[in-house]
């Protein structure tokens, strides 16, 4: 199985700041790779997909690199909407494994 | 407008059984593979298992830890999902969460229902 580590498990930013998560895989994936965005109590929303395409409407401080093995999502002059739960998730092989999630907080 | 309506959770015993449905509209549900995940409360997101679609001959993947327990099928003539869920265990405990694989988008998932709450308690 593909494991996929996240990091950090939480942050604390603040409104403006720009963050960086990385989801490290076990083994190489292409660009196998998603980043999906969770509010309390509300279903995933996706945010990225193929590690560097932005879903429509969604916007454009959010932003996916990396191919392989280290991928990272970054948002940029983060907004009060933002602080939520995201996790990456790799479909390059099965089982289809998720990140641990990160919690942004606000600092 | 996409929707994906899962049922049928609840509170079941430990070794009981539950079928969850997710009823879908407003896509080519046919056209679709889809997928279950699981989160138990307080958790992370965890990939539970998939369903092809008829051109791939509706074959399914599984976690290792609901495989032999679950079985994933589905309806095209009534565009629904089904999660038959055997010999559950408490570990089982979860939001259930059907999720629309849009391979357009790298098969990553374009759409999730609200989720069904299953509790496995005694």
């Known amino acids: 199985d593909i494991q996929m580590t996240q990091s950090p498990s939480s942050l604390s930013a603040s409104v403006g700041d720009r963050v960086t998560i990385t989801c490290r895989a076990s083994q190489g994936i292409r660009n196998d790779l998603g980043w999906y965005q969770q509010k309390p109590g509300k279903a995933p929303k996706r945010l990225i997909y193929a590690a560097s395409s932005l879903q429509s409407g969604v916007p454009s401080r959010f932003s996916g690199s990396g191919s392989g093995t280290e991928f990272t999502l970054t948002i940029n002059s983060l907004q009060p909407e933002d602080f939520a739960t995201y996790y990456c998730?790799?479909?390059?092989?099965?089982?289809?494994?998720f990140g641990q999630g990160t919690k942004l907080v606000i600092k | 407008e996409v929707q994906l309506v899962e049922a049928g959770g609840g509170l079941v015993q430990p070794g009981g059984s539950l079928r969850l449905s997710c009823a879908a509209s407003?896509?080519?549900?046919?056209?679709?593979?889809m997928d279950w995940v699981r989160q138990a409360p307080g958790k992370g997101l965890e990939w539970v298992g998939r369903?092809?679609?008829?051109?791939?001959?509706?074959?399914?993947e599984y976690a290792a830890s609901v495989k032999g327990r679950f079985t994933i099928s589905r309806d095209d003539s009534k565009n629904s999902l089904y999660l038959q869920m055997n010999s559950l265990e408490t570990e089982d405990t979860a939001v259930f969460y059907c999720?629309?694989?849009?391979?357009?988008?790298?098969?990553?998932?374009?759409?999730w229902g609200q989720g069904t709450l299953v509790t496995v308690s005694s």
């Open positions: 407003g896509f080519t549900f046919s056209d679709h593979y």
């Open positions: 998730l790799q479909h390059n092989s099965y089982p289809l494994t």
């Open positions: 999720a629309r694989v849009e391979s357009t988008r790298g098969y990553t998932y374009g759409d």
């Open positions: 369903i092809r679609n008829k051109a791939n001959r509706y074959t399914t």
